[in-house]
Structures are given as C-alpha cells and as structure tokens.
C-alpha cells in the first residue's frame, strides 16, 4: 500500500533487489502501482459471483417448472377421480365429506403449482372475479388447523357479496398471514379471532388515514376484516409494521406483513389498522369492487346432465391424465381415442378423421402441442383444438393467436370446467 500526494491510498508491488553497482553492492527498488488491475480482478470476481447466482436461480426456475408439469399431471388423476367419485356415490354416504375435503386440498395444491409456475417465469398470476365470502368458507378447515387450539375462529360473512378483481392465491396468503399473526398474538391465552367481509362506500375522508392512500380513490370497496382479542400494539410498533422483516417475536420470519402490503398495493386497495396494547387489533383490507356481480364468476358449477356425442382424439404423455381424461370424456358421452405422443397420435388420427374434437397437451416429447397443431391442421383445416395445459391460457393463446385455436383448459380440472369447455367450441 502507498499514498500519493492527494492522500488517496492505491495497491503495489513492491521489489527489493540486491544489485552490484561498480563493485559497490546496492538495493534496487521498484514500485508498480497495481490499482487498477486490482479493481479489474475484484469486478471479475464479482461479476463471476452474480453469474454464479443468476445461474442457480435459472436452474431453480427449471426445477421449478418441471416439478410443477409433473405435480399437476398427478393432481389432474386425483381431482378426475375424486369428481366422478363424487358423481356416481350416493349424496347420503359419509365419503362424500372427505371426496369434498380431497377436491379442496387439491383445489389448493393446483394453486402451489401455479406458483411455482410464475416463479419459473412460464406462468402468471391469474386475477379472476372472486367472491371473497366463498374463498374464507373454503379456507375454514386449513385456518382452523392453523391457529392455537385456545383461539376461537367467528366467521361473519357477508352474502351475497360484490366481485372483487383478484388472485385467489394471494388473497389466500393475506388470510394466512393475518390469521397466524392474530393466533400468535393471542399467545397461550384463549381468545378469539373474528373474520368479517361486507362491502361499503369509502370518501375521501375515511380513506385519509389509510396505509397506501396515494393508489387509493373513493367508490365503492368490499373489505375483509380480521380481528383478534390478543396483546395489541402500541404506536411505536405500529409505525413499523409494514417494514420487511421487521417483527415483535423473538426471530425474523421473512416479508411477512410487508408481503401483505404489496399484495394490497398490487390489487389497488388500501389496509386500515387499528390496535391498542392489551385490547387487540384490527386489520381492515379494502379492495375495490368489480361492476360485475359476483355470482357470475365465483366458480358456481351449473348441475346439467348436458352430453355430448361422437368422437374425440385426447393426446397427452401421461398415462395417469389419459386415464382419467377419458373417463370424464366418456362420462360426457363421447367416444374416446387416446394417443400418448405425437408421433402416434398422426396414426390415430388419419384412422378416425371424423373426430368431433381433439385435446392436446402444449407439453409433451417427440412433437410437442404446436407442432401437433400444425400437421392437424394441414391435415384437417377445419378440425378443432382445444389445448390443455398446467400453464395459464394467458401464456398459452400467445402460441397460437390467429392460428384457429378452438378452446384451452387448464390442468388439473374438474368435470364440470371440461364439460363447459368443450360445449363452447361444439
């Protein structure tokens, strides 16, 4: 290390050589300054550590989206079976709550997948018209294993209620995290935790002292409200609430109610709290109503007996989903031909070119869903596909805009989603 005349500290090498200089023996000394490749090794080696990271994170997004084709190709044989299960047993038996139970639990599994999905980059959050009402009755059975055995869950549900523009997935995670913070906070102690929804008109003057007011304007918000009896908070805590990983237990959980605020901010809504020590808190989220009703949209399956007839072609390279698919296909009074890839389905086809419909899978080897949809449609203008896949129609129709895709449906799915699926391109 060396200074210079302006003070500034810069690296060198430095040589101490014995020399002779006319008989005479003497020190030579050589100073290189090397700051500069110093600096040029150490972005070399940072950068080689960011490459480093963003490999493995590629990789993690891989592992991901493989993990999440195959979960739901299984989920897919689980839910199909539990859905004719339910069909064809009696409504009277004692199995019907627990084909119900699989249903959710799988219900809930398709929506880890889809996480996984968007966080290997090949799939998106889906925001649909929820009925936030009927998304707190779903969770009741995973919140009530969740919390302390000494806190009371009161659901005070509001029905019928408006829509809201959402992802069910997120609103399920500020339910969670709200819940297990008021479980906590009620400690050992017994106490209750009371979950409201309802709907008002919010001005300007109650939405003034809101968290998120700049994203926020007046109309009308349906809110959920979660309120327990346990320790509160004082002002001081409160002013951190929101800060990542800021937290009043004795370790660090992560983002926590900071994640909670950014899902709110996403969604264009507002949280209201209110908390004194020792009487509890309140969280209030408001988020903005749809114009549409939310009967409409809440995933209410109309009970028909509509059936189809004629032939379909149902192409996928996992057995499990072959299976089931065509069970629900025959169910729905269809005729079923199974191939379980691309080169065999060109076979099954030429043989039957009098399929009312084909269904193909987006992902499989040999020949993938577009290039199946290719040759179909060189073979067969007219024909209609429908595409199935565990990534959202979203990521899907931008494979195939303009090309004359019939329909697409996500995996897993139920009878009752196929059979309105396939009715709308018959």
Request: with cysteine.
């Amino acid at each position: 290390m060396m200074t210079t005349k302006s003070g500034e500290q810069r690296n060198a090498l430095m040589y101490l050589l014995p020399i002779v200089i006319q008989d005479e023996k003497c020190l030579f000394f050589m100073a290189r300054d090397v700051t500069e490749l110093k600096r040029a090794v150490d972005d070399r080696i940072d950068f080689e550590k960011q490459l480093l990271h963003a490999q493995k994170l590629e990789s993690l997004g891989v592992l991901a989206g493989g993990i999440a084709h195959d979960f739901n190709n299984l989920l897919m044989a689980i839910m199909g079976n539990a859905d004719l299960a339910l069909m064809r047993l009696n409504p009277e038996s004692p199995a019907v709550d627990n084909l119900k139970r699989i249903e959710q639990a799988s219900a809930r599994a398709a929506d880890l997948a889809k996480q996984m999905l968007a966080y290997s980059g090949k799939g998106k959050f889906v925001v649909e018209h929820l009925d936030m009402s009927r998304l707190l009755e779903e969770m009741l059975h995973m919140l009530e294993v969740s919390i302390s055995k000494k806190a009371v869950l009161r659901f005070n549900l509001m029905h019928p209620i408006p829509s809201v523009e959402a992802d069910a997935t997120q609103m399920r995670q500020i339910v969670m995290n709200l819940v297990i913070n008021a479980s906590e906070a009620i400690g050992d102690k017994s106490g209750v935790i009371a979950i409201t929804t309802g709907c008002m008109d919010c001005d300007r003057n109650y939405l003034k002292d809101v968290w998120l007011d700049e994203n926020i304007s007046a109309g009308l918000y349906v809110y959920l409200e979660i309120a327990d009896s346990g320790c509160g908070m004082d002002k001081a805590t409160m002013t951190k609430l929101f800060d990542p990983f800021f937290t009043t237990k004795f370790t660090g959980r992560g983002l926590g109610m900071a994640a909670v605020l950014g899902i709110v901010r996403g969604h264009k809504g507002a949280i209201k709290v209110y908390s004194e020590p020792n009487k509890g808190t309140t969280f209030k989220i408001l988020l903005p109503a749809s114009d549409r009703p939310a009967e409409l949209f809440n995933g209410h399956t109309h009970t028909d007996d509509w059936k189809g007839s004629g032939k379909v072609l149902l192409v996928d390279d996992e057995e499990t989903v072959r299976g089931i698919g065509r069970e629900m296909l025959q169910e729905l009074g269809f005729t079923v031909i199974t191939a379980d890839d691309g080169r065999e389905w060109v076979a099954a086809f030429k043989e039957n070119p009098d399929v009312a419909f084909v269904i193909l899978d987006l992902t499989m080897p040999h020949m993938d869903g577009e290039q199946c949809f290719r040759v179909l449609k060189q073979l067969k203008p007219d024909v209609k596909v429908m595409i199935s896949s565990g990534y959202s129609e979203q990521e899907v129709s931008i494979k195939f805009v303009g090309k004359g895709l019939a329909g697409f449906i996500q995996k897993p799915y139920k009878l009752s989603v196929l059979r309105d699926a396939v009715r709308g391109i018959l």
